[in-house]
């Protein structure tokens, strides 16, 4: 029997994080709005989590929150600032691209700053009915800016994000240039 995640354990001689990574402000302006249209069991992905800065603002708004990366030592520390905070978090280290995501199984699915097109499918089937995506993420326009990322396999164009959730309920969209060019979506299942 092969398992989908892999779940990491905590060691605190071995774990390094930054603390001052701030969530992003969208983020945390639209969880606690998602999380009074959901039942109070509700169920949370933060898709390549990176180092969790999200996972307490989960918390906080009643999710039982779960994360992802492909990255170990990002997965550890996530699991190092949630054990310190007192979150629950429930952290696992896999490559989405061979490691499926449940069906239909999350309320809400948050991907921030990660770009992997072949994983909206896979991402938006992972959402239960009447649930939700927020995704922020770079567009082309943040090569301009000279950080972040320069490929074009990770940078948006121009209306992309909103076009790829056609099939969805958007509640808001945006895309903005500064200080960072990023496109914003929040949609919800039918």
Known sequence: MQRLL??????????IFNTTTLPSVFVAEWVPRIAERLPASRRALDLAMGRGRHTSILAAAGFRTFGVDISLNAVQSAAALARGSGTALRAFCADMTTHPLPRRWFHLVIVT???????????????VPGGFVVCETFTRRQIEHGRGPTSPDHLLEPGELAARFTDFDVLWSEEITAPDALARIVARRS
């Open 6 to 15: 892999v779940p990491v354990s905590f060691n605190p001689q071995s774990t």
């Open 113 to 127: 700053r990660y770009l992997d097109r072949e994983r909206f499918g896979p991402l938006k089937d992972a959402v």
